[in-house]
C-alpha cells in the first residue's frame, strides 16, 4: 500500500487538461491501486489522478455509506454523456482544503468509460454519486470547486489559503 501526496490548490497540476489513457499497464494498476488507498486514507469518497499529479484521465470513488463493506469503484477515460436535473448539494475537495460550499450541478448524470480490464462501462449515477462523478470529470478538465462558486466566494477562499500558505512557510 502507498499512499500518495495530494496535490493542493493553486499547484498548477490540477489546472491540466488529462490525457487519454492508452495502455492499461501493470504501471497504470500500481497507480489505480495507490490512488484508491489514498483515497480512503484522506478520508475522501473520489479522486482523480491529477490531484495525486498525474495528469491522467483516470477517477477512483466510493460513495458507499460508512456503515456498509467498502466498494472501490474505477473509470479510465470517463466521460458524462447524459446529463440532467439540477441539484446542489455541499461539496468538499481533497485539493481545496477547510473549503465547503454548494455547487449547483446535473442531478442525474450517465458517465462512460472502461473498467480496470479496459472493458467498456457505463454508469448512472443520481444524488451524491452524480455529484462525484461531475466533480471528479471536472478536475480531469482541469476544473475545480472553485470555479463553479460565485466570484466572490472564490475572492475570499483564495485570499484565506494565500493566509494559509504564508503561515505555514513563517512556521516552517
Ligand atoms: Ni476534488
Redesign the pocket.
Known sequence: MAVLNICTYPDPVLKQKALPIEKIDDALQDLIRNMVDTMYQAPGI?L?AN?VGRPLRLIVFDVTPKDQPRNPRVLINPEIVCAEGSQSLEEG????PEFYSEVKRCSKVTVRGLDTQGNPVELEGEGLLAVVLQ??ID?LDGI??LDRISPLKRALYKKRRQKQLKSKDETG
Do not use: F
Request: include cysteine; aromatic fraction near 0%.
Open positions: 473520489g482523480a490531484q475537495c481533497l485539493s481545496v466533480h471528479e478536475h475545480l470547486m
